[in-house]
T-cell receptor, first 113, second 110 residues
Framework: NAGVTQTPKFRVLKTGQSMTLLCAQD?????MYWYRQDPGMGLRLIHYSVGEGTTAKGEVPDGYNVSRLKKQNFLLGLESAAPSQTSVYFCASVGRQGFYEQYFGPGTRLTVT | GQNIDQPTEMTATEGAIVQINCTYQTSGFNGLFWYQQHAGEAPTFLSY????GLEEKGRFSSFLSRSKGYSYLLLKELQMKDSASYLCAVLTDSWGKFQFGAGTQVVVTP
């Protein structure tokens, strides 16, 4: 039982390049989330999904797109990376039943130059 | 607007007690959560309050007052390994949307 995994762990992009971050969970959780964490700003919600095939915007969705084609995977895309997107990205998941404890992946450290 | 406020940093001595306050003003409220995050690691769940009152879990306790928009996390018998950032988070609707505070860095000194 791996829990929540994220790929890649580190990445350096040039401005204007695109990339996709992959989040996978093996707990059969319904809800999945993408956050970014910047120094002094805590976790900010980018997009989230309440089930396969659904997505919704969070606090800071601009410049990002997401897809949830399979229940276990949640993809975060950057179409044209900007230096302002340099951050640590965390994925999390929550089961529909229970009290909404979030399980976090290990994070992806992205630098855009 | 929506706000979740926590102190930026607190310092305490090993063996002591520290109380981390969190005040919130959000569009909705369906529960308040505390997470611990060590440097370079992912957050891990500590506690959850949805009703007013105190929840105790070993050395950690969390309190909620919904009428005051206020919570605190109490860490007792501090250990060096408790040095970490503590994040307050509110579940703002019944569809699973969370909002986090900026976190409180707790430094435990010998």
């Amino acid at each position: 039982n791996a829990g929540v995994t994220q790929t890649p762990k580190f990445r350096v992009l040039k401005t204007g390049q695109s990339m996709t971050l992959l989040c996978a969970q093996d707990m059969n959780h319904e809800y999945m989330y993408w956050y970014r964490q910047d120094p002094g700003m805590g976790l900010r919600l980018i997009h989230y999904s309440v089930g396969e095939g659904t997505t919704a915007k969070g606090e800071v969705p601009d410049g990002y797109n997401v897809s949830r084609l399979k229940k276990q995977n949640f993809l975060l895309g950057l179409e044209s990376a900007a230096p302002s997107q340099t951050s640590v990205y965390f994925c999390a998941s929550v089961g529909r039943q229970g009290f909404y404890e979030q399980y976090f992946g290990p994070g992806t450290r992205l630098t855009v130059t | 607007g929506q706000n979740i406020d926590q102190p930026t940093e607190m310092t305490a001595t090993e063996g002591a007690i520290v109380q981390i306050n969190c005040t919130y003003q959000t569009s909705g409220f369906n529960g308040l959560f505390w997470y611990q995050q060590h440097a370079g690691e992912a957050p891990t769940f500590l506690s959850y309050n949805v009703l007013d009152g105190l929840e105790e879990k070993g050395r950690f306790s969390s309190f909620l007052s919904r009428s005051k928009g206020y919570s605190y996390l109490l860490l007792k018998e501090l250990q060096m390994k408790d040095s970490a950032s503590y994040l307050c988070a509110v579940l703002t609707d019944s569809w699973g949307k969370f909002q986090f505070g900026a976190g409180t860095q707790v430094v435990v000194t010998p």
